[in-house]
């Protein structure tokens, strides 16, 4: 199935460091959704994007839509232990918008 | 909050047994998904199903079946396990209308000897 192209595919930072991930697609999507996986667990709902341009905060977090409406970005400002863990990114266009299309994550490791 | 749960975080079964793996949400929601997820490849979409008893393929249903008889629960079925189903088992659901989001279950870990 298609997938998303999410970059970078992991990252070892310091903590208090700013970190920066981003998704593209081949194709317009309508929505893009970022989530965080922790050790062992299922995905959790970080922030959903909706409109092309749309710059949303959730804490620390900031995603955007990208205006050509292929591509997103997670920013994570001043990072903490528990960052630790794998983002995904995830789109879905008009054409489908139950089958989501997935990136294959980002996975992150802070250095205390 | 959403609430996914599904009935076993860890499985070990033989190969040639028929596994269930059970998810219940209790949104209401329409949507019930299950994806299969392998280090380096990501979450793979098995089977979706929009409605009780409607059900559609995803991007790798190749020896699993699902059953969605009530809408609150969504069974993933293995007829007939296979070493290279030892994976984590992710089940999902999603409202009509909620914006895709999509809200996971803890996820179950089968393992087949």
């Known amino acids: 199935g298609q997938q998303l192209n999410q970059s970078p595919q992991s990252m070892f930072i310091q903590e208090g460091e700013d970190v920066s991930m981003n998704c593209t697609s081949s194709?317009?999507?309508?929505?893009w959704l970022w989530y965080k996986q922790d050790p062992g667990e299922g995905p959790v709902l970080l922030i959903a994007?909706?409109?092309a341009g749309e710059l949303t905060s959730n804490g620390r977090l900031t995603a955007q839509f990208g205006i050509t409406r292929k591509d997103s970005f997670l920013n994570i400002s001043a990072s903490i232990p528990s960052d630790v863990g794998i983002y995904f990114c995830?789109?879905?266009?008009?054409?489908?918008?139950?089958?989501?299309?997935w990136g294959l994550g980002t996975s992150l490791a802070v250095n205390p | 909050d959403v609430k996914v749960t599904q009935s076993s975080r860890y499985l070990v079964k033989r190969t040639g047994e028929k596994v269930f793996l059970e998810c219940v949400q209790d949104?209401?929601?329409?949507?019930m998904f299950w994806y299969r997820q392998d280090p380096g490849l990501g979450l793979r979409l098995i089977y979706f199903?929009?409605?009780?008893?409607?059900?559609e393929k995803g991007d790798i249903p190749e020896g699993y079946s699902v059953s969605r008889e009530k809408k609150e629960r969504f069974s993933l079925i293995l007829e007939s396990a296979s070493t290279n189903q030892t994976s984590m088992y992710l089940c999902?659901?999603?409202?009509?209308?909620?914006?895709?989001?999509?809200?996971f279950g803890e996820g179950s870990w089968l393992t087949v000897v």
């Open positions: 994007l909706y409109k």
């Open positions: 949104m209401d929601h329409e949507n």
């Open positions: 194709s317009i999507f309508n929505t």
């Open positions: 199903s929009y409605d009780v008893k409607m059900k």
């Open positions: 995830a789109g879905s266009n008009a054409g489908n918008n139950r089958k989501l299309i």
């Open positions: 999902a659901s999603m409202g009509q209308g909620s914006g895709n989001t999509i809200y």
